[in-house]
Each structure stands twice: as structure tokens, then as C-alpha cells.
């Protein structure tokens, strides 16, 4: 009779070190989800943060192509605000003079006129 009580004490005996085993499994497995969830944080915020950095640089890239127009227009305004400026654009395309000038311009051939046929022999002109 001492060999069924010793199978029964060797029972209990595996199952303390199941249940030993299963808190290390949960733990394992506990860890191994808190890695998995660094590791998936920091890889989001690593592409997060590649993606503001590219819209970082095209801002950069458009501030200063906004800054070299602006710098062109404020050019073109000083051009357009000069004296000599305005007075050729009111010389050509208005055609102003100052007073005292003459204007002189190119004779320039028609081309609605025919040209001309000189008259047959023996025609008498007529006044």
C-alpha cells in the first residue's frame, strides 16, 4: 500500500511544476506583447516623423521659390515706377510727344492698292 501513496504523492509533485511553469509562460508571453508594442510604437512615430520632415522640406523648398518671385516683383515694380519707364510706355504705345517734337514716321506700302498697269501705246492721257 505505500507504492499508491507514493503515486499520489507524485502526482501533485507534477503538477506544482506545471503550475510554476505557466505564471514563467504568461510572463513570456506578456513580454514578448509589450516588445512587440515598443517595437510597433516606435517604428509608427519613425515613419511619422519621415513624413513631417519631407512636408518640412517642401514648405522650405516653397518659402524660398515665394521669397525669389517676391524679390522679382519688387524689381519689377521699381522698374515699372521709373520715370523713363513710364515715359517710353507713354511714347509708344500712346503715342505722346513733348512739346516742340515732331514725329516721323516710315512711309509703309499699301496692300489693298493694285499696282500699277502702264496704258497701251497710242492711249491719250486726258486732263
Not at 511714347?91 to 502702264?118: F, M, N, Q, S
Request: glycine fraction near 4%; charge should be positive.
Amino acid at each position: 500500500m505505500e507504492q499508491p501513496s507514493s503515486a499520489l504523492s507524485a502526482k501533485p509533485r507534477a503538477r506544482r511544476k506545471r503550475s510554476r511553469r505557466q505564471p514563467l509562460r504568461v510572463g513570456r508571453v506578456l513580454l514578448l506583447f509589450i516588445v512587440l508594442y515598443l517595437f510597433y510604437s516606435f517604428l509608427h512615430l519613425g515613419i511619422s516623423l519621415y513624413k513631417v520632415e519631407k512636408e518640412l522640406e517642401f514648405y522650405r523648398q516653397q518659402k524660398a521659390a515665394l521669397l525669389e518671385e517676391q524679390a522679382r516683383l519688387k524689381e519689377e515694380i521699381q522698374k515699372l515706377n521709373s520715370d523713363t519707364y513710364i515715359e517710353r510706355m507713354a511714347r509708344e504705345e500712346l503715342g505722346l510727344i513733348r512739346p516742340g517734337e515732331k514725329i516721323i514716321l516710315p512711309a509703309k506700302p499699301a496692300t489693298d492698292i493694285p499696282p500699277y498697269v502702264p496704258p497701251p501705246p497710242g492711249h491719250e492721257f486726258r486732263d
